[in-house]
């Protein structure tokens, strides 16, 4: 099969798979939580729920992928996208949605190290234009799902208040594409990859373990994957709270909030081809340095208007940002990854970056039952701003080394 036959093919797939994730997500999922009587910092825990479950499995998923095949893992990720969406009709009281969020976030951490394992050995030498093309799939379902998801409740209240009904009908809406995906997954996946060769268990674990400390011993691939972290850790708290401080504390609809997270995703969609044409080009880690510059000051931005067409510019720069920073980071990891741990590695990177993205929501959440919106996101912003003046001395200090 071609290379670009298996990338379509694989494309397709996590396509169809993410946008019911995307839509179950934002801006329902902070919404639904609020209205079941969440408090910030509950909220915060509920959104970053899901991608604590990546904390554990996305390195394990990465590196046992490398050695029993990428194809039964992606099978499983995929069924857990077909399932779970059904189980938010059942949430009744805002802890529900704890259980039913770490679950969820199963599925993409069990698929999204695998899935971009396989990416990244379709494209050989030319990793960054096929990894920031396959990232242009998770943003632009995270786009979609901002939009579709805020027109949906927007459509079903009909501009009037929410009740519990209209989440429910919203989620079963989820439900129906996760099914489809999965439908979709049974007829493509197994022609994206042979499963690799049988092996006894313990001699794929002790491979397992082998993978994943060689790769935590590469001062490269950690501080990148900080990097990554900590611009996740501001989607994961935009994700959480810039629906309710565009619905409650602005008075925006919740169609206009879908319309602001979507802008933030179509952005980064429609610059990451130029961005990976760029990483392929230029020092990677001075366009993650610049994207996490331009991600700090954009974040704390949010805070500073209520005008919603200057909402929309701030949400421009931050997904630029995004767009950045994403396509710079996996390229650079998957770069100067041994060849055989290529899955070990981008699922450290995976574990690092979902660390953020679980904490910002976290943080934020219990920052705002002390301090205002503003002084919250701008606490995140000087720190962000701080870690990658360090990233960049370091990685100034070692081109100097190498020269010398």
Excluded at 199 to 224: A, P, Q, W, Y
């Amino acid at each position: 099969m071609s290379k670009w036959r298996s990338f379509v093919n694989i494309s397709l797939v996590d396509f169809s798979a993410r946008l019911s994730y995307n839509v179950a997500r934002t801006p329902l999922l902070p919404l639904f939580a609020l209205f079941l009587g969440a408090s910030p910092s509950l909220i915060g825990i509920i959104v970053g729920a899901s991608t604590v479950t990546g904390i554990f499995l996305k390195a394990p998923s990465g590196a046992l992928s490398d050695y029993i095949g990428r194809k039964k893992m992606l099978l499983f990720g995929a069924l857990i996208f077909a399932v779970m969406p059904f189980s938010y009709v059942l949430a009744t009281v805002a802890w529900m949605l704890i259980i039913i969020r770490i679950i969820h976030g199963m599925a993409t951490s069990i698929y999204g190290p695998v899935a971009n394992a396989v990416v990244a050995n379709i494209a050989g030498r030319e990793k960054g234009k096929y990894l920031s093309i396959f990232s242009l799939i998770k943003i632009g379902t995270n786009a979609l799902g901002g939009v579709v998801g805020g027109w949906l409740l927007y459509y079903l209240t009909k501009g009037k208040d929410y009740d519990i009904s209209d989440f429910r009908y919203a989620y079963l809406f989820c439900g129906i594409l996760g099914v489809f995906a999965l439908i979709i997954a049974f007829s493509v996946l197994p022609k994206v990859e042979q499963s690799t060769e049988h092996r006894r268990i313990k001699e794929s674990l002790s491979k397992i373990l082998e993978g994943l400390k060689d790769t935590g011993r590469n001062l490269k691939i950690l501080m990148t994957s900080s990097m990554e972290s900590f611009q996740n850790m501001t989607m994961g708290a935009a994700m959480a709270f810039l629906p309710i401080l565009t619905v409650k504390e602005y008075h925006f609809s919740v169609l206009q909030a879908g319309i602001l997270w979507s802008v933030i995703m179509g952005t980064s969609v429609v610059l990451k081809p130029v961005m990976g044409y760029l990483s392929d080009r230029m020092k990677r880690w001075k366009l993650i340095s610049l994207g996490m510059f331009l991600c700090g000051i954009s974040f704390v931005g949010f805070t500073l208007t209520s005008n919603f067409y200057l909402l929309i510019i701030i949400s421009i720069f931050f997904g630029l940002a995004e767009a950045i920073v994403t396509t710079s980071t996996v390229a650079y990891v998957a770069e100067v990854a041994s060849a055989k741990r290529v899955g070990a590695s981008l699922g450290v990177f995976g574990t690092i970056a979902d660390t953020g993205q679980a904490l910002g929501p976290i943080i934020i959440g219990i920052l705002l039952a002390y301090i205002s919106y503003f002084g919250s996101f701008m606490i995140i912003s000087l720190f962000i701003i701080l870690w990658t003046i360090l990233y960049a001395t370091i990685q100034i200090k070692e081109e100097k080394t190498v020269v010398n």
